[in-house]
């Protein structure tokens, strides 16, 4: 187990540097390609009219001029061995893994990360835990309830569901829900500090959006089960109906709903980005949008790379609980 | 176990409640949330006033600040709101009207002194204003706030004037030089006198001065470079409570150690002002429209779904304003890549004005251009009509357009690309608007859109773009760094301001009158006599079909019934920030 979790790991590793390469192809050369000048990346942290002098020096600054693998050279080695970056004042040490300081904020991309992660973590588990729990008992019951009115009507609302984004149901529920009739407070969740009871909204949207997705997957996943001859023979033994469902069928089902559960979790993780804009909410998703709109590389990178790593370790945890949930994973 | 019953209830519960968040419908009480107010009270007078104490003002945005560092932002909502904190030589006026264009001492005893032909500018300080620790601000704290603008590429966002017009050259900043007396640009004989040194006369010293946050005085001790804007130290009414923080927010606190009694262009009304970064622009509307947000910093007005609430609700309507703001949304016609003045002319005749007008919303979106300078601009001229109509009825004049095409050689009209900005259905109303009044002369337009994040930089405001592209028409709009017809017209018009990335002369004009009157005027001590030359220029600007004028922008502003003094300041072309009150 201990090899298996150190090759994901490596792998992990190789993944993100893959994942930083192409970003920062795309962010300069594929500009680049399309005639994008040094002069004109400058000018985008310039203000109006910027004078040659002031193009040049945000040049400079920002090393926008160096090839764009010396670039690449120098943030790949701020990650291993840290950086200083200079404030004009002063010399700040960046210890490694320094992931760089924002073209905009100036402030440390790492300090920046680890402050919106909790924030956006709060909105991926609570809604998670909705999905869940909402999308696999309906499932459950739409299963053993098949064709029934029950069934019908959960699997037409799981169809709206998947069909709704959230900045759909999100700007609705804000302006009924909210504005309108009061019903909840305004959304201000801002960090730890505050009431994770604020999310509720931003929780229900997302876990709409997710629950209806996973009532399919359990139903389909149960009805394969339930006809298995390992459930037959367990009803034969005179077991309970209830143990019958959950701890056979349930459970043998419980194997695909946990590998997209954990990819869910580990791109929510990375970022919920639709639901922190709709929220207006300021998670790693906002962070990241941020700074896709302000070219802002160091943030960019720096998003992405996080956004990989949660994926990585969501899935690589998933792979250690099939053997927990599935015994026939445990003995191969 | 729970049973199966509670896990029925818990699901259908579960899904009763994401049905009603779905379900589209609801109530209509936007009635309910009107105030006493009146219509445009605040546009051209002080709204809702008071002197009521206390509260909490809430500020939101979008965005961001480019920085709070007051040396290191541009932009007119960054420059209002950091007045609340900072103090400047001069300053605008806090008046509302024309008024509010005027530059008044703030830090200085009085406007600056020219001598030696306009290029010495002296100032005379206050005694006794202080920053928020309570040490008193001395003219060497001016000499170093000025001195850390030269460092462009620590501090990139502020404007660069100083660096431009002070006789300092090869000077690089107190961040790269230590040694202050190497500045030569400003001078401080005394404590308290300030001189500035210019390599060329410049008749609008004091606007340069007092339009952005880089005469505030900044304690070298305390300079942080890059980053003083997360705690710049205060030397106004307010003080940061603790470090900003960037796409989250900030709150101000008083300050102590404002002495209302040195100025008279600020109060000190809230207990607190909280700032939320980050808020969706929509949000923003529905919070102003509930009160719980009372003001949207950027001021460029409501959204479109509030807008049409606003428009149609008398009681929403009466807490809300529709000011001329600082814009004139117009269309520049590119010399390089149609050289020929008739046929500019030919596109000024045959445009739409009154499609264009309406695509702008109307009356409530803008009023027809007649000059290039807005009306903020004072001694600025109302202009004639140059080959176009300020009529909402004029559809254009073809027979003329054909006649001009036919003196330019090309009777059968020409090709050309025109660009917009795909995310402004504005611009891209007005393009289709202009495409379909050329065609019926034979000028056809490509149209082109861009995003807006990049179109000044990279697309119409970048010339070997416009080159490469044959880019003969845009839409743009300029608001004047300072209100005077060389903030608004220097540049969009001098040669001299040409630039290659951020380009604001998009007709890359460069016409030998324009460009003489230009190098003439900033030596004329008289505003009057050179509000005549802007006037000159903007008239041969017209003449020359360098620009197709098109309207003036109109805002949509919201003033929540519980903002006390509230009016729209000219100068910045929003609310002005730094006078607000806030009741219940």
């Not at chain 1, 970056?85 to 300090?111: H, M, W």
């Not at chain 2, 300030?194 to 005085?217: C, H, I, M, N, Y």
């Not at chain 2, 609700?313 to 949304?329: E, I, S, Y």
């Not at chain 2, 990049?454 to 209100?483: C, H, M, R």
């Amino acid at each position: 187990m201990v090899a298996f979790i150190v090759r994901r790991l490596l792998g992990a590793v190789g993944l993100l540097l893959i994942i930083s390469a192409v970003t920062f192809a795309i962010f300069f050369l594929v500009p680049k390609a399309a005639g994008v000048t040094s002069d004109d990346l400058a000018g985008r942290f310039a203000g109006r009219q910027p004078d040659a002098a002031t193009l040049a020096a945000i040049k400079d600054r920002f090393g926008l001029d160096d090839p764009v693998p010396v670039q690449y050279g120098k943030y790949i080695k701020s990650i291993v061995a840290g950086d200083t970056y200079d404030t004009g004042t002063e010399k700040i040490d960046c210890p490694a893994p320094c992931l760089g300081y924002s073209f905009r904020t100036n402030q440390s991309v790492l300090d920046q990360i680890l402050d919106r992660a909790p924030v956006t973590l709060m909105i991926t588990l609570g809604a998670a835990v909705l999905w869940i729990l909402a999308g696999v008992s309906i499932g459950v019951i739409s299963a053993l309830k098949r064709g029934t009115i029950f069934d019908r009507a959960a699997m037409s609302v799981a169809l709206a569901g998947v069909s709704l984004p959230v900045f759909f149901t999100g700007l609705l529920s804000l302006a009924f829900v909210v504005h309108s009739w009061n019903l909840l407070p305004e959304v201000n969740y801002r960090g730890l500090g505050d009431n994770p009871f604020n999310l509720l909204l931003p929780w229900i949207c997302l876990a709409f959006l997710y629950a209806a997705l996973y009532a399919r997957l359990t139903r389909a996943g149960m009805l394969e089960t339930m006809n298995e001859d390992f459930i037959r023979t367990a009803r034969a033994k005179g077991l309970p109906e209830r143990t019958v469902v959950v701890k056979h069928g349930l459970r043998a089902s419980l194997t695909p709903i946990m590998t997209v559960f954990g990819l869910d979790l580990g791109l929510l993780l990375g970022g919920a980005i639709i639901t922190e804009k709709t929220f207006s909410i300021p998670g790693l998703g906002q962070l990241a949008l941020d700074g896709i709109f302000q070219s802002d590389l160091p943030v960019v990178l720096g998003a992405t790379m996080t956004a990989a790593l949660f994926i990585v370790l969501a899935n690589l945890v998933v792979d250690i609980l099939y053997g927990v949930v599935d015994p026939r994973v445990r003995h191969s | 176990m729970r049973s199966p019953k509670v896990v029925t209830g818990a699901t259908a519960g579960f899904v009763a409640l994401s049905l009603g968040l779905s379900a589209c419908g609801g109530g209509d009480d936007g009635d309910d949330k009107g105030g006493s107010g009146k219509f445009n009270a605040g546009a051209t007078a002080v709204a809702n006033p008071s002197d009521h104490k206390g509260g909490v003002l809430k500020m939101a945005q979008p965005d961001d600040f480019e920085s709070l560092d007051p040396a290191n932002i541009y932009y007119a909502y960054g420059l209002n709101f950091v007045r609340l904190f900072s103090r400047t030589l001069m300053t605008y006026s806090s008046k509302p009207g024309i008024a509010g264009t005027e530059m008044v001492p703030d830090l200085a005893e009085a406007k600056g002194v020219p001598s030696d032909g306009q290029k010495t500018w002296t100032y005379k300080l206050k005694r006794g204003v202080k920053y928020e620790d309570g040490t008193e601000i001395k003219a060497k704290d001016i000499k170093y706030a000025v001195a850390r603008t030269f460092d462009r590429g620590v501090l990139h966002n502020g404007p660069s004037y100083f660096s431009q017009l002070l006789a300092a050259e090869g000077y690089k900043g107190p961040f790269k030089d230590k040694n202050l007396d190497a500045f030569k640009g400003v001078e401080t004989p005394d404590d308290y006198t300030v001189v500035f040194k210019l390599k060329r006369p410049f008749s609008e010293f004091d606007q340069v001065v007092g339009f952005s946050g880089q005469t505030a005085p900044v304690p070298a001790d305390k300079d942080k470079g890059v980053r003083y804007g997360m705690h710049p130290v205060s030397s106004g009414p307010y003080k940061l409570e603790a470090d900003y923080q960037a796409k989250k927010g900030g709150t101000l606190v008083r300050n102590s150690n404002w002495d209302p009694s040195t100025d008279p262009n600020r109060k000190q009304l809230p207990d607190k002002i909280e700032v939320q970064s980050g808020l969706k622009a929509e949000e923003i509307d529905s919070r102003l429209l509930a009160g719980t947000v009372q003001v949207d910093l950027p001021g460029s007005g409501v959204q479109a779904a509030a807008r049409q609430e606003i428009l149609t609700k008398p009681k929403l309507k009466a807490n809300a304003d529709n000011p001329v703001a600082g814009f004139h949304w117009y269309l520049p016609i590119n010399t390089k890549n149609i050289p020929n003045v008739d046929c500019r002319r030919a596109i000024v005749y045959a445009a739409d004005r009154s499609a264009m007008y309406r695509a702008y919303g109307g009356e409530v979106g803008g009023v027809m251009a007649t000059s290039i300078q807005p009306p903020a601009i004072p001694g600025r001229d109302k202009g004639t009509d140059m080959f176009t109509k300020a009529d909402p009825n004029f559809t254009g004049d073809p027979t003329q357009a054909k006649a001009a095409l036919a003196k330019c050689g090309k009777p059968n009209g020409f090709s050309t690309v025109m660009t917009f900005r795909s995310d402004r259905p504005k611009e891209k109303a007005t393009a289709e608007a202009l495409k379909q009044a050329l065609d019926k002369v034979g000028i056809k337009l490509e149209l082109k859109g861009y995003p807006s994040g990049t179109y000044t930089n990279e697309q119409l405001g970048a010339p070997k773009f416009v080159a490469k592209e044959n880019v003969g028409i845009g839409t743009y709009g300029w608001q004047p760094d300072w209100s005077t017809g060389y903030g608004y017209l220097q540049p969009i018009s001098d040669v001299k301001a040409i630039v290659p990335t951020g380009n604001a002369n998009n007709a890359e004009i460069d016409d030998p009158q324009i460009n003489k009157m230009w190098t003439d005027v900033t030596a004329i001590a008289d505003p009057a006599q050179r509000a005549k030359v802007y006037n000159q220029i903007d008239a041969r600007i017209r003449d020359q079909a360098y620009i197709l004028p098109n309207v003036y922008a109109k805002s949509l502003l919201v003033r929540p019934p519980n903002l006390t003094n509230v009016y729209f300041h000219q100068g910045y072309g929003m609310y002005d920030y730094a006078n607000l009150g806030v009741t219940g």
